[in-house]
């Protein structure tokens, strides 16, 4: 073989081998993100929720970027009330199933893995069962991504995220700043105690993580304050949406909200209405935790 | 303990166990029936379908009853061209889980168990693992119906469902009746020869199946038709849905259809343009699969 | 970059990517194959069985080759009465994990896909599922191959193997070859008639296939073998083994085995007694169904 | 109806819903309970996993009960240094599927559900999917028990189980006494700071708890121990047994063992060589999770 036709030869492989990666390409094109939030009927607080999935659209551009609320309750209100539809994420996967996506990554907006998100779970592991006539997976790829807190390093991000509002709220001697998360009876509940001991690791016995439904409960914090001879506490709400928890359990009137049982406990007590998701911060680990996912692709 | 306390004991008890009983009806009362076809985009071989939903309907008046269309291609030219917009499976039951149903019995229209009943039990299968946030399955029962030719008794029913037919086509010597199936590359393709050894044993040999993409082909039909001095031959499409293979690949006037097929080779041919969902006794069969797993819970 | 320095740096890519690929073969260098019988228990038709175990381990000699026995009362027999101990495929498997095999090749040794090609192919889809601590699956591979009588290409097959014993079989006129099967309620059963029908055509009306315990029964055989002025029929088992079924229920001297209602009903009768496994032609298509896997991976 | 005859009928009727019930019980009757370790190749720490062994066959005297070892390691180093095998999981559960057993429980012995508890429940849940050729599966149930530490409950009963060496070991000015776990990458790792933030609340700051290969670090504990002027530390393995890590990493005399280190840093050091299956109190809280999943029978 002469050089000419060797130079040929080669060029001729090389413009099969580009077909062959056009043609993978055009076939696996159509990818798609879907953000599993719980959910919220209060308008205000959905912003926190929006900022997750703006900063997902921009994050990704080449993927389409759809939403789900989780929480049948919420969608029945806002559709009867407000006239708004949100998918489940049943409903936003088959809908994804129907138009032709290929490539699902499902991010779940919980700050843990938890009842809810391994609900999600179930539902992204059945999606990945399903098959076409030929036997072939309806997605070739569906996979989710991890909670807000999972690894060591998403801690250490938590702690970066929160450094401005210590610094706002433990400025003075007495102050003390409370984060109030959700809670729940599952195990993976434990993350509030592993995010207050990192927490105090880097910023001391300031920073108090409490629970509306798991451990520590609010008598769990209030014997803690006392160790600690606290004067002012700020509260502010541990989950993504600051909604009928953060307005009604943490900072209301009511006689067993946080903020009444601290200020009768003696405390002068001030609450933050803000959600995770107001915080950039928060939302990056969301972000990274999809990004963990593409990179692995 | 007297006779009175007895009575009253047990009476006590009965009660107990009934109001139980009335718990667990209320607790599972939205049923559902998936009638999930192919499908078809010609408007006058629809009513196939729709007599088997208008008899699921009839048949089972306590349950809703919903209809799925599994093609992509036919779902999208009915969208595109009429407007008409006809769930997919994932879709439809992605609704009723949405819509709170919990007792779901999926009833695909196929022939036999091929690629296309395996695609649906694929989905009910997923569909049956996904739970919700207590782990609790979403559907608390998912049930796929059989195929139309499952058991024998089955093809039995199947005999006598083609018998005003085989008096009306095979009356007069020479004449034969051949059912035209799909036919599939899947194993239960064989489902069209012990369909035709049945019909044979009770009609003798004036019946034949054949295929247009399995085995038997029109090439194997066509020896068969040799061997049995045939002359006349009514051509019936053994399918859901007389569409677009009825009116094209048998019926039609293409070089390569049954129809112009079997007249080159000499025969004087008929067809008829009915779909198996025009007879009741084949929707009947349908109807019966759906009660046998009624039967079951 | 010099010359020189450029060839040692190719030269040390090549090395590490050399590493690499033998790094990956090590790590993937356990693969197996399970042969996986119903079984038997007796002695001299076992043979069957280990004319494919043999076939295999020779067509393969890369592979560790194993065998399992299905039946549970078979595997008991062995033990108690023998004190031979033939692993069921569950513990084959668990064997073969604990070993550290990583991929696998299931071959059942059924006829058809019915009842227990669906346990064998349930138990491998499960051991597909389970997952070593780094959620890595624990077999990297584990498919399973198809029955006998899968494609149409299989049926042709079989008809081949079946070539020497139709010319010895139906030589004379009034000679007719009968093929018994076991027969199953399952769906799958329809794969008997369409290889008489395939036979037939190859070889015409002088051969029948029924089954023991489906359909075509012998009842549906004898009102065939009326329509073809049969005289003299031999019987052969159609299956993969010659055990019981085919020295009591075919060739036995009951009053209801097959040659016993054959002579009854006038005609003159041989039996065979060898399984399919004897046949070097039938251990072919399941030695065939083998490297079909192999040469997906 | 009288009196007599309608006691005579309510006495018929439980006749038979009682006889229902006898039957059902002999249909179930085998059942075992497997008990999943990981391992130790330490003769002398393997009594913490005979402990609950044993008292798992105390408790439920009805129940087969096995063992198996996970660990592929240790089971080699048993078989090739002492001729003992012990079975995998895999084979374990095998063993018990050729036997007949129809209803398992799997309790694993790990503290918390991290990547070992995934594995045997991916394992579990496999075995769940095998069907008998009916479609029945072969296992009528499995289920798996939890862990050491899942609900709250668990960590108080944990807190009750080290009170005895809290007092040991924390009576005199400048005791502390620091369990010393596993640790992992798994989120599961958080319920170590839940222990710890539980043992504090009863205890006060004389506990702590670190992990040898998670978060708190040996580094981690050392600032804590700073925070609380300790002198004297006492190190415990908070592990099923008291093995390798036990004796090497945290007991040891390597440089950077725990012993050595907190030496180094100026602590009076003792160390405990028992594991938590050497304390009745623990092995009662995995018998207690064996003892939640048969009440749910």
């Known amino acids: ?44 607080a959905a912003i926190s929720i929006e900022n997750v999935v703006k900063a997902a659209q921009k994050a990704f551009p ?42 699902i990554i499902v991010q779940p907006l919980q700050i843990m893995s938890g009842s809810e998100f391994h609900e999600i779970l179930s539902i992204t592991n059945a999606f990945a069962m399903m098959k076409d006539p030929h036997s072939k997976p309806i997605f070739s790829r569906i996979v989710i991504g991890s909670p807000l807190l999972t690894t060591e390093a998403d801690y250490e991000k938590a702690v970066i995220a929160l450094e401005e509002e210590m610094k706002q ?15 729940t009876e599952h195990p ?10 990192i927490l105090q690791k880097h910023y001391g016995p300031k920073v108090f993580v409490g629970t509306i439904e798991g451990y520590p409960s609010i008598e769990d914090i209030l014997l803690q304050l006392k160790n600690v001879d606290a004067q002012r506490v700020t509260l502010k709400t541990f989950m993504l949406v600051a909604g009928d928890h953060a307005r009604n359990d943490i900072a209301g009137d009511e006689a067993d909200s946080w903020k009444t049982v601290l200020k009768k406990s003696g405390y002068e007590v001030q609450t933050t209405l803000e959600g995770l998701g107001e915080n950039d911060k928060f939302v990056q680990i969301w ?11």
């Open 62 to 103: 080449e993927y389409t970027v759809v939403l789900s609320y989780g929480s049948r309750t919420i969608r029945k209100i806002l559709k009867d009330r407000d006239g708004i539809i949100i998918d489940s994420p049943i409903s936003a996967l088959a809908k994804l199933a129907d138009e032709g996506y290929t490539s």
């Open 188 to 197: 993976a509940n434990s993350c509030y105690s592993q995010l207050q001991n």
């Open 1 to 44: 073989m002469n050089c000419k036709s060797t130079i040929f030869f080669l060029f001729v492989m090389v413009l099969i081998l580009t077909s062959f990666q056009v043609y993978a390409a055009e076939q696996q094109e159509k990818s798609a993100i879907l953000i599993a939030a719980f959910g919220t009927s209060y308008h205000e």
């Open 169 to 183: 709220y433990t400025s003075k001697e007495g102050d003390v700043f409370v984060l109030v998360g959700h809670g």
């Open 287 to 297: 972000i990274d935790h999809i990004r963990d996912r593409l990179s692995e692709q």
